[in-house]
């Protein structure tokens, strides 16, 4: 997405992914913009690299350096079941990123006041390296000691002693990344750091190598997972932060939109080749929280509170003794799905698309690309439909009908699970992938509403143009709020603001677009769990009470008169950006044959028949249009599925409303 400050205008370019090189697709893609690089103030990116790797296990082999006895700690995480899996008496857990084998204590300790109970010893710390690197091949290691995020000093040694004596490796250290507490939280979080980090940084690397052959020398962003963006040299060293990156572009993007239309409440639909992502705006703010998971693992970092699967586009369908699955095994971009041609020989969502008649295999990407539809449907004819004794047809509807399960599922972790009805939202339907199901997905759930924005295929990359510069530190307390503890509070805040400002300046915001935002975890005393609460330069014991229980009796309708205590104070360091404008677009005579390219015989959901569809171009449509299903919109990179019962309704904006007919 290329955007021209000067003119306000927006051009949208999309190349295939090239998983095995996958700097190249990026730059494909910014070589079709036609831009000279030399002219680019701003270079701001977003990723799945790091979703994808751990999704589909491609890290490089990671080992965990700890104290001994203490070498379990991320096997055996808190054995429970996860929440969604809760009835499933079969769940059995994915292979976990690290070997035991891979994973090796070390003598030294510090206890919960953070005082050392034993000396680290470095004798000990250059044997345990050995043995993982010499003997077991592991090529990035994850450093993480009980109570270091009370003094980092043991871990800090550890790792200067791995680096001189195996600089190759790659090294994580907890507290570099996170000073909090829970041990396995933040053993976890660093353990996916050490699994990215050399994947992200040879990445990261080529991609800049790459720009700079092509004339860019200015800024180079990337995006983080919970909101903001940061340098690359930040991001080479703190991959974690972006996992979500991606998502979070449409995200912030998402949070832009909600004001502009209006719309305080929206669900976001991000479905791609691999992954579908969803997430809340609420009151026109992304919900965020300062632990996310990715799979089974937890994340001590800031990230927009985002649902993740393995459904997307190249979810390959598949059966299990009988009973049809579809992901979250992905087909990936290359192959990808057997229509695209490229070897693929498992069928996908996509494969289903076709066979169902969403997607016109000569206009695919606009006429760059066209599909195998025989193919498609002779592997969904052998591998879905013969087995089950189905025909083509009904097998592709129920790859749909499954796919929309897991969706369903999914919104309903962060809706429904977290006391939010869908029914009074509207989604955001966008990624390669999201308009195809999204229509679906809103008829089953009863949404009112489904939003497709322009370009739905490039919405993360529009959203990233509106990101500010963000970075976000925190300390554990674990004190109770008192007035009496305030000046230690103070103290810790000056300490943490200090690191947040350096981080600021070592991006280059300038002081007048720098801000500091504080806040403090907090919980009654005796709970578990905790609200974030924002406060201002002043500290006052009362006050903060009083906007926590504020806010504890919106979400959970009561207050208590326990004490309250301080989990982490945490600061979050803005650097303010401007945001791209959104024009308007000029009224249309509210007559849609204009854009009718014509029609073609697909499968409508909400007839569970093939019908004849009527096929819009979208380019085509103006502000003031309606038309009702069952109908197709196709904008070349994407193609919205409208079924029997719904109506389509085009903003000034240019944006696809789609409800109910009798709304």
């Known amino acids: 997405m290329a955007f021209d400050p000067q003119t306000s205008t927006l051009r949208f370019e999309k190349a295939p992914t090239t998983p095995s090189r996958p700097a190249e697709g990026v730059l494909d893609a910014v070589g079709k913009l036609a831009v000279d690089l030399a002219d680019v103030e701003l270079f701001i990116h977003g990723t799945t690299l790091g979703l994808n790797a751990v999704l589909e296990r491609r890290g490089d082999t990671t080992g965990i350096i700890t104290n001994d006895g203490f070498r379990d700690v991320f096997l055996i995480g808190r054995g429970d079941v996860p929440p969604e899996h809760m009835y499933n008496f079969q769940f059995q857990r994915p292979p976990s990123l690290v070997r035991r084998r891979h994973t090796a204590g070390v003598v030294g300790r510090l206890n919960h006041r953070g005082e050392v109970v034993t000396e680290l010893d470095p004798a000990s710390v250059r044997a345990a390296a050995r043995t993982l690197v010499e003997e077991q091949g592991v090529r990035s290691i994850a450093v993480c000691f009980l109570h270091s995020f009370i003094d980092p000093s043991h871990e800090q040694r550890a790792a200067q002693l791995i680096r001189e004596a195996y600089p190759e490796v790659s090294v994580s250290v907890s507290t570099d990344i996170v000073r909090e507490y829970r041990e396995y939280e933040r053993t976890s979080t660093t353990v996916l750091d050490a699994y990215l980090r050399p994947i992200f940084e040879r990445y990261v690397d080529a991609l ?16 983080r997972s919970g909101g903001g963006a940061m340098t690359a040299a930040t991001a080479r060293t703190s991959p974690t932060h972006t996992v979500l990156s991606g998502p979070a572009g449409g995200i912030a993007g998402a949070a832009y939109l909600a004001e502009l239309l209006g719309r305080d409440d929206l669900l976001t639909f991000d479905v791609g080749g691999t992954s579908l992502d969803t997430c809340v705006i609420e009151r026109g703010t992304a919900v965020a929280a300062f632990q996310s998971h990715l799979e089974q693992f937890p994340l001590l970092i800031p990230a927009y509170d985002i649902r993740t699967i393995g459904a997307g586009g190249g979810s390959i369908a598949w059966l299990d003794r009988g009973l049809l699955k579809v992901g979250p095994q992905s087909a990936g971009a290359e192959p990808g799905p057997v229509c695209y041609g490229r070897g693929g020989t498992q069928a996908t969502v996509t494969d289903a698309a076709v066979v169902l008649g969403y997607l016109d295999p000569d ?38 009908d499954v796919a929309l399960a897991r969706t369903v599922g999914a919104v309903r972790q962060i809706t429904v699970e977290r006391g939010h009805d869908p029914r009074e939202f509207s989604l955001l339907a966008y990624g390669g992938a999201g308009p195809l199901l999204a229509p679906l997905l809103a008829r089953e759930m009863g949404i009112r509403e489904v939003v497709v924005p322009l370009a739905p295929g490039g919405f993360s990359a529009w959203g990233m143009l509106s990101a500010d510069i963000v970075d976000d530190f925190s300390r554990t307390v674990m004190a109770p709020l008192t007035e009496d503890a305030v000046p230690r509070l103070a103290e810790v805040f000056a300490e943490v603001e200090q690191r947040a400002a350096e981080s600021l300046l070592a991006q280059q915001v300038p002081a007048q677009r720098a801000a500091l935002e504080r806040s403090l975890e907090l919980r009654y005393q005796g709970q578990e769990h905790s609200m974030v609460v924002p ?9 903060i009470r009083g906007s926590f229980e504020e806010l504890h009796r919106a979400r959970y309708g009561h207050t208590m008169d326990n004490p309250l205590q301080v989990l982490h104070v945490r600061v979050r360091a803005v650097g303010r950006t401007d945001r791209p404008e959104l024009a308007k677009h000029p009224a249309g005579d509210g007559d849609p044959a204009r854009a009718l390219r014509g029609h073609r015989d697909a499968y409508d959901f909400g007839r569970r028949a093939v019908t004849s569809f009527a096929v819009y171009d979208r380019g085509r449509l103006a502000p003031g249009d309606r038309f009702a299903g069952p109908a197709l919109v196709d904008e070349g990179t994407a193609t919205t599925v409208v079924v029997s019962g719904q109506q389509v309704a085009v903003d000034g904006y240019g944006h696809l409303l789609i409800g109910e007919e009798n709304q």
């Open 208 to 223: 800049a190598a790459g720009l700079a052959e092509q004339g860019f020398d200015s800024r180079f962003l990337i995006m």
């Open 535 to 543: 406060v201002g330069s002043d500290l006052d014991a009362a006050a």
């Open 363 to 400: 206009r695919f990407l606009s006429g760059q690309m066209s599909l195998d539809a025989d193919a498609a449907q002779d592997a969904i004819t052998r591998q879905v439909a013969e087995p089950l004794g189905r025909s083509p047809i009904e097998a592709a509807a129920g790859i749909y």
